[in-house]
């Protein structure tokens, strides 16, 4: 995506070689327009797959989620990292290594929101290493439901998140993909 990649070139701060920062237009200062246009994206690309819930994981996953969402015209459910007071019971559970914090966290969705008959649309903001991808991926298979592919809206493409996520017969869509990232230097797939 275009407009994208002309952001990430403009804006986006490689942090050290592995870790890109997008905090002004995606995760922190959330750019409404941009991310929309990503919804309308991901929804184009994965239109014919019968999707009834998008899932990903809270809190940046949210707001790319919550567009592709609105065009298809069904609901999120974005997954939760941390406890909360009213969802105790009946959560699908798994635990995911967090790419950036580097600690595990259980992130966690209520059964009642997920059934065998859902068709599944994974989103997240950033693909490494696929375990986001992989923990909401688990929360399908014990819901029973057929996850239907995976929108990322950043991938860092030598990392191993796609290829082990392609090996598992993901279908793996995203709209940026980063080949080499350096002090003051990002460079794309294609
Ligand atoms: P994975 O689970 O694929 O190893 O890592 C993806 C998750 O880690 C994403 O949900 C994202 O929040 C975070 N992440 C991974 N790499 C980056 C990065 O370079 N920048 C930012 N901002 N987040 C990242």
Redesign the pocket.
């Known amino acids: 995506m275009k407009e994208l990649k002309d952001r990430i070139l403009k804006e986006g701060q490689a942090?050290s070689k592995?870790?890109?920062?997008?905090?002004s237009f995606?995760?922190h200062q959330v750019d409404p327009v941009l991310v929309q246009k990503m919804g309308k994206e991901f929804a184009r690309y994965f239109k014919d797959k019968h999707v009834t819930k998008v899932i990903t994981?809270e809190s940046?996953?949210i707001a790319p989620a919550i567009f592709t969402a609105l065009e298809l015209n069904v609901p999120v459910i974005f997954a939760r990292k941390h406890k909360s007071l009213t969802l105790t019971t009946d959560l699908y559970t798994s635990d995911?290594?967090?790419?950036?914090k580097e600690t595990f966290n259980t992130i966690s969705v209520s059964s009642h929101y997920l059934n065998e008959w859902d068709r599944v649309l994974i989103i997240?903001?950033?693909?490494?290493?696929?375990?986001?991808?992989?923990?909401m991926l688990n929360i399908c298979s014990q819901a029973k439901a057929q996850p239907v592919g995976a929108g990322i809206v950043?991938e860092?493409s030598w990392?191993k998140?796609r290829s082990m996520l392609e090996e598992q017969g993901v279908d793996v869509y995203s709209l940026a993909r980063i080949q080499e990232?350096d002090e003051g230097k990002i460079e794309f797939l294609d």
């Open positions: 942090l592995e870790v890109l920062s997008v905090d995606l995760n994981v940046s996953g995911v290594y967090s790419y950036t997240d903001d950033f693909l490494a290493n696929g375990q986001a991808v992989k923990g950043i860092k990392q998140g990232l």
